[in-house]
């Protein structure tokens, strides 16, 4: 495989993009869809089981081709605290698109409900019934929600700082386009 | 890497202003889709805390139809809706069930005379795993076709803080302003409160889809139907419909048809205030057999969410704009219920009835 050490590989790139589409569309549909009694209350919920467990399966794929393929050094310039905030934010980027769809599907279980991904398909418990369990990963999955949110806008905030001020190859790094291909 | 020339302080500025200008859109977004920017847009939660302050809050229990008891037992197909549907539930033979009657409103302690209506909460599971959950009624229509008017319906009933009684003239000026209530209205003038859960039929009131194996749709509303019914009402003592069930399935199981009328074409399925025509196709699926009771403090329905959208393969909802609202409010009272029962904070606190009896 050819690669170059400023950018992230080809299938790292798509699988962000996509992704950031996907989670994002998540966030919003969820939160729409519980404040919601109109029928998009019923077709919200009903994009927001498989697409949570589509993101499940991707960010596992991304974290493997993540640890094959170390992404891009940071500037050397960049000072320690930013470096620092880079790496916390996307170990909780990570763990948070892992966790997001575990504790929904937990929630689920814990609630009696049965998991349908479409009007047949039915994924498994994976946690017993428990009213009690049910509140928590409910309010949990609420919680870790709105922080995956907030992590986001770091995140976005942090790729604007690096490609319309600093313009130091970070964001083109993920892009694909300008600095990183000279 | 910075090759780029450098950018002039002003220049700098500006470009900050736009990256905090896209954070500021993304978050009013965000809080425009929460609803959090519009405060009175219709919401699980505003229906909800409206239950609430018609009836108090009484923690763990159910913001509506919160007096009741669980019952199990099974629905025995025979086969005969088949043809319609392809759920596991109407292939012939047995599905356990876990159903809970209740009376509607928001006090656990009402008196079971206050209300002429009851209801029948079912929860079907199939062999493989999928589920078929229906909340219905002992009346053939609802007063109103809309979450915002039954939202509405329930600030007319909201109790005056001086009477703690409703305001008669708020409930009469809601009806008069809602025509689409003469159905109900026509009805609750004969309807009494029945002395019995066991002898009262319990309509869907919503209608549903049934999809057969070649994917055909067929539009349907179904009701249970008791195999003994009987019109008296019950007595001055206030709990006295859990204990005449219990009283009668210690004596044996109850049986209810399950019957599924057959929409025609033009039949209003959006529309829960109105009835079909009399003479609409109907199919016996099988009998409701139920066995015996539980407290709903400790009985299995009690963590049961009797969300009439969680449906198996074979039933889907119609366009009746209650069913999305029913599923969103439900789902606000059971989380909040479930919060109260896991004691987490800020939720209300468990209280003794100040009405029981020493």
Redesign the interface.
Known sequence: MTRSSTQFVLAARVLHWLMALMIVSM??IG????????????WL?AIHKPLGIAILMLAIVRLTVRLRNPPPPL?T?LPAVQKLAAHASHYLLYALMLAMPLVGWAMLSA????V?LS??V?L?PIFP?N??????L??AHAWLAILL?LTF?AH??AA??HG??R???VLSSMTGIG?GTE | ????PP?SGRN?LA??A??GL??IV??L??GY???WLTPH?????R?VNQLQANAGVFAGYRRNHAKGVCVAGYFDSNGQAQVYSDALVFTPGRTPVVGRFAIPGGNPYAPDGSVPIRSLALRFTQA????WRTGMNSMPVFPVAT?QAFYELLQAQQPDPSTGKPDSTKIGAFFAAHPETAAFREWVKTAKPSASYATESYWSLNAFVL?DANGEKHPVRWRVVPETSDTSTGGSDADYLEADLTRRLAQGPRHWHLIVTLANPGDPTDDATKTWPSDRREIDAGTLVLTGTETQESGEC????YDP???P?GI??S?D?L???R???Y?TS??RR??E????PGTAVATSNPETKP
């Open positions: 966030l919003f939160v729409g869809m519980v404040a919601s009694v109109s029928e998009r209350h019923a919920l500037p310039d609630g009696g409900y049965p349908m009007h047949s039915r498994p019934v009213a009690a369990a049910f509140a928590i409910r309010h949110f806008l976005l905030g604007l700082y319309l001020i313009r130091d190859g600095h | 890497m910075h090759d780029s950018l700098v470009r900050f736009l990256i896209v954070l993304m978050v977004a965000f889709v929460s609803g847009r219709l919401t699980a939660q229906l493989n795993g999928q589920q979450p999809v009690r963590d049961i969410n959208t969680v449906l393969h889907e909802i366009g704009p069913l999305p609202a599923s969103a409010a789902a059971y989380l479930t919060s029962e896991a004691h987490l």
